[in-house]
C-alpha cells in the first residue's frame, strides 16, 4: 500500500519552483526542483510548469491540498497576495486561496512591517522557511537580498533586508571596482574585507578600498573580489547588530552551503557563534502553515 | 602689442581635456575644452589631442611652460607619476618633467595616504584644484567619485572618496531598485532621501527602501530616482561627518553647477551651510604650483 499523501507544497520563487509530497506526519515523501522560477516562466505559464513538475501527483485519485509559497504570490507572480503584518507565526501566515488553477492552491502571504525609522520592509518565501524551525533567536538568510529576521514566542517580529548579493554584482560588473578582479576565491583577502566593513564608521566610504587596496598591492590581484565579498558581508553583520542593538549569542544560518559557509566564516571574525538550520525546513513550514489553516484532513 | 603669455596649464581628465593660457600675473587668457578625455583616447595618441587643442599656443615664437593635472598622469593615462604624500599644498605637489612631447610637459602627481583604518586612498587632479582655493576649511567636489578635502594651514591634510556617482548608476541601471524609476527629478523624493539617508543607522540596509517606499505608494513613481541619488548623498554626509568628527561651519563645494545645487540643498537639510567655490580655480592652481616650482620667468 503506498503511503498516504497529505499535502503538496510548493516553494516557487523567482529562480526555481522545487516542490514537496508530504506523508500523514508531515515527512517529505517526495521532492523535485524545476528551474521553473517565475522570472523563466513566459507569457505567464505557470500551470503548464506546474503540470510539469507535479504531472504524477496530480493524477492520483484524490489530489491533496497544495500549499505554495514565494514570489509565486507576488505581483509579478501567478496571483498576488497581499502582505501580512508582524508579528507573524504559522497561525497568522494564513493562506489565501486561488483557484486559477486545476485544483486549488493555497497561496501564503508575504510579510511586511515599518521599522524604527517608519520605512517599510517585505519578505516573501522566507516567513515559510522561518515557520519550518522551532526555536525563537535571530534568523540570517543570505542571498542577493540578505533577510536577518528575529523570533520570539514563535513569530517573526521584526527583520530587515540587505541587497548584500545584488550590491556586489552591480560593484564587480558595473563599476571601476570590476576592473582590478579576476575569478577566485581568496579566503585572507574575504576576511580582511570583513574586518574593514565590520569596523568601519563609513560603510559607503569604505567601498573604494576594494580598488585602493588593490591599486597597492595591499591584496592581491587575485583577492579584490574576495575582499569586497568580505566587506559588504562585514558590514552587512555589523548593521545589523546596530540594528538589532544586541544579538543573542547565536545565529542560526538558513541557505545554501557556499554561502552559508561564507557567512559563517564572517560572524566567528566578527565574534559572533551560527549554527546552520537543518535541510527541509520549508517542507516543514508549509506543513504547519497548513496545519493551522486547517487544511489538513483530520 | 599681444599680451604676455606665462603658462599653458592642463585640466587633463577621464572625459576631458581643458586647457588654459596664463597671463604673466596668472590671468586667464584664453581657455578651450574637447571631450579628449583619457578614456576618449585611442592607441595613445595624447600628443595628437594637445597638438589639436592647442595647435595656435604651440606655434609661438616662444612655447611657454606647459602644466598639467589629472588623470593623465595616472597608470592609464600618458605617462604614470607617482603620487605624493599628505600634507601637500602647492609647494608640496612638484611636478615631474615629461619629455615625450614637442615641449616638456609638468605633470603635477595625485596625493595618497592612509586613513586611520589604514586604508590608502587616493586622488588625482582634485589637489590642483584645492590649490587654487585661498582658504582652509572643509571641500567637497562631487561626482561620481565623490571627494571631501580637509585643507589646513594650505595643505590638504586628509581626504575620503565616496563612489556615490557611480553608486547610484550601478543601483539604478543594474539592480531591482532601477525597475521602479523612471526619468524625472523630485525634489520632495530627494529631501526625503536625503533624511533617511542622513538619519540612518545602517546605510547599506537602507538602500532597499528604495524599492519598498514606492511599492507602497510612500514616494511617487516619478520620484524614486531622486529618492535613492538623495539616500545616497544623505548617507554620504552623514559618513563624512563621522569621519570628519565634526565639520567646520562651512563646506566649500567645487563641482558642475547642477551636481553642486544638489548638494548645497542635501547639505543645508542636514544643518550644514554650504558655499559654491568660484570658477577658474584649476588654472589658479596650475599657476600656484608653477610658481612654487620655479617654472615661471622671473
Known sequence: MPPKVALIGLDWGTTSLRGYLLGTGGEVLAKRSENFGILNIENGEFAAALRHLAADWLQTVTVPPIIASGMIGSRQGWWEVPYGDLPAGPEQLSPLCFDGFDYPIHMIPGLTFRNADGIPDVMRGEETQIAGMDADGVYLLPGSHSKWVLVADGRITWFATFMTGELFAALKDHTILGRMMVDGRDGDAFLRGVGVGHGTRAALQS??????????????????????????????IAEARALLDKLPPKVTI????????????????????SMLAPHGIVARGHWRIARAAGLLAP
Open 254 to 273: 538558513i541557505g545554501a552551503a557556499e554561502l552559508a559557509k561564507d557567512y559563517q566564516t564572517a560572524l566567528s571574525h566578527c565574534g559572533l557563534e
Open 207 to 236: 567601498l573604494f578600498s576594494a580598488r585602493t587596496l588593490a591599486l597597492f598591492d595591499d591584496i592581491p590581484v587575485g583577492g579584490a573580489a574576495s575582499y569586497l565579498s568580505g566587506l559588504l558581508i562585514g558590514a552587512e
